[in-house]
């Protein structure tokens, strides 16, 4: 989890996902330096439970922050994890079911807004979701929050290039590329949107159609140079 000014919803998302977690799992949170009672409520839940682990991001942004986390990761299975949603019963399980014939798995989720009413009930319909290399380069299925990967994704994703646009992006087309991805359609999330979130997937970009061009560009180019094993 990457954390940064998250003190109204970061409580309800721990506990959402930590009850799911076994005794030998961790839960890895880079605090990007709050400025409000975020960290406070981190250091809190973690001195009563060991599989918390916060660690101080580099104060470089979103996905700086979540390599940050990712990088001090021990586990064979990886799950991002945003602040301010809340998982569903039976989320880890079910994608753990699903990762011993995939490298990586992205779930649906239920939109909903700050005070849980349901807006959309599948992200992947409001998105247009589908798998494909080309088809996501073109625009992204891979939501950050919805997925779960191997430490073979992992190790070949890091470190994140300077220029993509998004982590999330950049690791389900580096699994579309390398592994076995699968586009499960239950709902495993509610996706919490209030206008105020660290990361803008799913929002309209504001982006001219020069500057989406030239991003898709950088991450087909850093994707061929990661893949034959140039950078």
Request: with cysteine; net charge neutral; hydrophobic share 40%.
């Amino acid at each position: 989890m990457a954390s940064f000014n998250g003190e109204r919803y970061i409580e309800d998302q721990i506990r959402s996902v930590i009850k799911q977690l076994s005794s030998s799992d961790e839960l890895i949170i880079s605090d990007d330096g709050s400025t409000d009672n975020t960290k406070k409520i981190i250091s809190e839940l973690a001195l009563c439970d060991a599989r918390i682990k916060i660690l101080d991001g580099p104060r470089l942004g979103l996905q700086k922050n979540f390599e940050n986390a990712l990088k001090h990761s021990i586990g064979d299975l990886i799950f991002l994890c945003d602040q301010d949603d809340v998982w569903k019963e039976d989320k880890v399980k079910l994608m753990v079911n699903e990762l011993n014939d995939f490298d990586l798995v992205v779930s649906d989720c239920n939109i909903v807004d700050q005070n849980m009413n349901v807006l959309h009930n599948s992200f992947f319909k409001v998105n247009g979701s589908g798998h494909g290399l080309l088809r996501n380069i073109a625009k992204n299925s891979y939501l950050g929050c919805c997925m779960a990967f191997n430490r073979k994704i992992l190790d070949r994703s890091l470190p994140f290039p300077d220029d993509i646009p998004m982590h999330d992006w950049w690791i389900g087309l580096v699994a579309q590329a390398i592994g076995k991805v699968k586009l499960y359609d239950i709902a495993l999330i509610n996706y919490r949107r209030h206008g105020s979130n660290a990361s803008p997937t799913s929002e309209i970009s504001t982006n001219s159609l020069w500057t989406k061009l030239i991003l898709r560009k950088n991450i087909s180019i850093g994707l061929a140079l990661r893949i034959s094993g140039l950078k």
